[in-house]
């Protein structure tokens, strides 16, 4: 199966201004270990991934505007065709750095948003006043013309403020609302007492599909969960509801589950090219093999887009090619990224594969 992807996540740094409990990356102020390339190695991967396919790449990290040369890699990418985008924790935003992510053709910025109260989201991010740099950050962005995405991980310390997160994300003015639900990687494995559990999880989603019929405004997404399809899907049918969902310009396509290595992918600092954020295993690396190579020719993405061979309820499962399951949190939990999505309570028609 020969497709270019849509979007990719590029972590160019694992430095970090912030110590949020669930990073994936683990991220600090040094990041020991994994030290950042050079400019130059940067502006050598973008004619790499520029020379097969003309995706999203988001600058992400650790916190990329602790990176110099950020943008220069944002222009770079954009005078080869790219659409370049920025993920920040909102912190370190300020009118220079606006001034800067126009001049340099980003075309929209994300920005985590975890709780509608700085008690909660500077918790959340282990930092007092990220809260502030999160409403800094969206006024600075409205004045500039800088259209920017809310993103919003939630667990059970944070769980009950979906709705408020909701509300504010969208008075702040964002062009979209994500909800991430948590996948135990980095420093998220520290937290697994306070994962969502699967019955609350049917729950938010069910409240999401709800939401989302009256959402004209913003375009809203439930993020790592897959089977929110599913329950499009059968809530549509229930309610004969024809629900068709809109796409954002930069979005990553249209009504699917999981999209880690069938769409989308992530290069983390070191060249790795991972099936997604939350995916540790590598695919193969760009220091040693061509992107395309990787993403054409790589088992593990090969694996990944073979749904007949998925095993437990998601083999058996009808909404499989919809949905898919999370593979990361099939291999977080159950240590095989080809295993059943532990967090779907459906009980699927067919018997369930081995």
């Known amino acids: 199966m020969e497709f ?3 979007w990719i996540a590029w972590e160019i740094t694992r430095r970090c201004n912030l110590r949020c409990v669930h990073c994936r990356s683990s991220s ?3 990041a020991k270990g994994h030290p950042d390339f050079t400019t130059e190695e940067a502006f050598r991967v973008i004619d790499d991934i520029s ?14 505007l602790m990176r110099k040369d950020v943008f220069e890699i944002a222009k770079y990418g954009t005078e080869k065709g ?9 912190s370190l935003v300020t009118e220079d750095i606006c001034g800067k992510i126009k001049e340099s053709g980003i075309r929209i910025v994300s920005m985590s948003l975890d709780g509608s109260t700085e008690e909660v989201h500077d918790n959340f991010r282990n930092q007092k006043g990220a809260f502030q740099g999160i409403l800094n950050s969206a006024a600075l962005f409205k004045k500039h013309g800088i259209e920017f995405i809310i993103n919003s991980s ?11 997160v909701y509300k504010l994300a969208k008075s702040l003015g964002a062009t979209a609302w994500y909800m991430f639900m948590i996948v135990p990687t980095g420093r998220g494995e520290e937290i697994m007492n306070e994962l969502i559990s699967k019955e609350d999880y049917e729950e938010i989603l069910n409240w999401h599909f709800d939401m989302e019929k009256d959402e004209h405004d913003m375009l809203v997404r439930p993020t790592c969960a897959p089977h929110y399809y599913r329950v499009v899907l059968q809530k549509s049918k229930e309610e004969g509801v024809k629900f068709e969902k809109r796409t954002l310009k930069f979005s990553t396509g249209g009504s699917k589950g999981c999209l880690a290595g069938q769409l989308i992918c992530l290069i ?11 995916f540790p295993k590598a695919a193969g690396n760009i220091r040693q093999q061509s992107f395309k190579d990787i993403w054409e020719n790589s088992k593990l993405f090969k694996d990944m887009r073979d749904f007949k061979s998925y ?9 499989v090619n919809v949905c898919g399951g999370c593979r990361a949190r099939a291999y977080a939990m159950e240590g095989d990224y080809m295993a059943e999505e532990p967090f779907c309570k459906h009980v699927p028609r067919r018997p369930s594969k081995k």
Do not use: H
């Open 4 to 6: 270019a992807p849509k």
């Open 28 to 30: 600090e102020m040094e």
């Open 51 to 64: 020379g097969y396919a003309k995706p999203v790449v988001v600058l992400s990290g650790g916190e990329p």
């Open 82 to 90: 790219l659409r370049m985008c920025l993920a920040t924790n909102g």
């Open 154 to 164: 939630f667990t059970k310390r944070n769980q009950e403020e979906i709705p408020k």
């Open 268 to 278: 983390d600092v070191d060249g790795n090219v991972l099936p997604c954020s939350y």
């Open 311 to 319: 095993k437990g309820r998601c083999g058996s499962c009808e909404y």
